[in-house]
């Protein structure tokens, strides 16, 4: 249900998988977040997680989200260590019976993913690795949901 | 009598170390902070910064909580994933 | 960019191809639309088209949402014809810079396909056919756009 | 001198048919709706009902528009997909 890896992942074939034997399943969402090259100004992306703690967090989060969007599934896959430019960083999935319990649970993760999950993100580029913090759009998206 | 103490994102550019045991086990997380702090001035001050979490055996903590021998303790800056 | 086919499609390979060779793109949403067999209250679908119209409809409307939430790509993958529990029926997929506006024209664009695109849906059930309206709350997630 | 016309979702069910040559060619789209109800009263019934667009060679109309020979004209019933 919450995997952190430190390779490379196929989106399709992890939306090929969650998609497979739901007949009563009416809406799948899915998030795919890429690391951006910035046209150069960010050369790598570093990931950083407390292994059983991120995923222990993340997975209350996800038990919680699935209450309240009454889902019949999720999941969520997050890249850890070095990733590239154009590699896929995070990718989120939620089963429902209809599209807006679906949407809106795939929103709600990737805004807790986004600044409240126990991650760490640094970027490599031309100037040196900075840590990135949340952006203040970060933190308002995830307070929506509160 | 040792606890472990591990730091994750900024915190660890900062001290320089990921990963160390305190020995003796210092008996709360504030006198862990201190411990920390009066080897380290930067460490002390990121640690007393905006949005640092603790967590003590995998589990927050907000404000004081008392230490046990091999409890491992976690500081986390501001969180950014995805 | 829009597909209309009597065909299963497979989402996880639309997914994988809609993906590749981004290095810009930080967002990918999208959203996958199944067959509910609903407990057996309905054996199958049946989707109508008025096929040339249709696809230049939806590729008007792709194009202004396109425009408006700044989006790098889009496509609309849509089945016709007769479609069993748990198959695709429809699948949207949009890349942006960030995340917000991938979602929303996601959303966007399936609110528009469910009540506004030129497509008529015919239930099959143990009761008989019968063609499926627009629900009061499709209308009104499509007027959320306007 | 025909006009095609072409029905869809449940227009179709009620006319029973899916699409036909009118000729000689209604003059208006108006004229051509009274042709088709003249002979179903059923038909008339579901085109003048809430919903129904008229497409004309693959453009939509409202009202009513002038007609030529070779026009396609389409009816359309409130549209559902996803």
């Known amino acids: 249900m919450i995997r952190l890896t430190d390779q490379a992942f196929e989106p399709g074939a992890e939306l090929t998988a969650f998609a497979r034997g739901r007949s009563e399943t009416g809406a799948i969402a899915s998030f795919l977040g890429l690391a951006r090259g910035d046209a150069g100004a960010a050369t790598a992306l570093e990931l950083e997680a407390y292994p059983e703690f991120t995923v222990a967090e993340i997975g209350k989060f996800v038990a919680t989200a699935t209450t309240r969007f009454e889902l019949y599934d999720a999941r969520v896959i997050h890249r850890i260590g070095a990733i590239a430019p154009g590699e896929p960083v995070v990718m989120v999935l939620t089963a429902a019976a209809h599209r807006r319990e679906a949407f809106e649970a795939c929103d709600c993760l990737m805004d807790y993913l986004k600044s409240r999950a126990p991650l760490w993100k640094k970027e490599h580029g031309p100037a040196g690795p900075r840590w990135v913090d949340p952006t203040t759009r970060d933190l308002a998206d995830a307070a929506r949901w509160d | ?82």
Do not use: H, Y
């Not at chain 2, 900024?10 to 702090?37: Q, T, Y």
């Not at chain 2, 007393?48 to 589990?59: H, T």
């Open chain 2, 1 to 82: 009598m040792t606890v472990q103490v591990l730091l994750f994102g900024k915190l660890c550019d900062v001290a320089g170390w990921r990963a160390r045991a305190v020995s003796p086990a210092p008996a709360s997380l504030n006198a862990l902070r201190l411990v920390l702090g009066k080897e380290d001035q930067a460490l002390a001050a990121a640690l007393a910064g905006p949005g640092i979490s603790a967590v003590l055996n995998r589990e927050i903590v907000r404000g004081d909580a008392p230490l046990a021998a091999n409890d491992e303790v976690a500081f986390l800056p501001p969180m950014s994933g995805g």
